[in-house]
């Protein structure tokens, strides 16, 4: 399990969700609807990004920067868990991150 995992440094495993704004005071300075929510499990440290979109080129922007991709890691250095989002996966190939889809309980919520 990811949560049981011994992580060593910051980005070694992150977590991601997408947020929908379905309220008219949800919305970003530049009139963002949508929002991209990542989390570093061995720092605790989340980022959330207010995005045009959902597709793949603004979730490559968002993993990027918050995980230092290339300036301080490579893709291949980190593993991403998130929800069974298409444009998440097509981001890590993209960026040759290693993604691992979580598993449904809807009894929980998520916490990324």
Same mark, same amino acid.
């Given at each position: 399990?990811?949560?049981? =995992? @011994?992580l060593t440094h910051s980005g070694e495993l992150l977590t991601s969700d997408h947020v929908d704004s379905k309220s008219k005071k949800m919305i970003g300075m530049s009139g963002e609807k949508e929002a991209f929510v990542i989390k570093d499990l061995w720092?605790? /440290? =989340? +980022? /959330? +990004?207010?995005?045009?979109?959902? @597709?793949s080129d603004d979730m490559s922007v968002c993993i990027k920067h918050f995980a230092g991709i290339p300036s301080i890691r490579k893709g291949c250095d980190i593993n991403i868990y998130s929800e069974q989002s298409g444009e998440i996966r097509k981001a890590c190939r993209v960026l040759g991150v290693l993604h691992d889809k979580s598993a449904w309980d809807s009894t929980k919520q998520c916490d990324a």
């Open positions: 399990m990811a949560f049981d =995992r @011994n720092s605790g /440290l =989340r +980022y /959330l +990004y207010p995005v045009a979109t959902k @597709n």
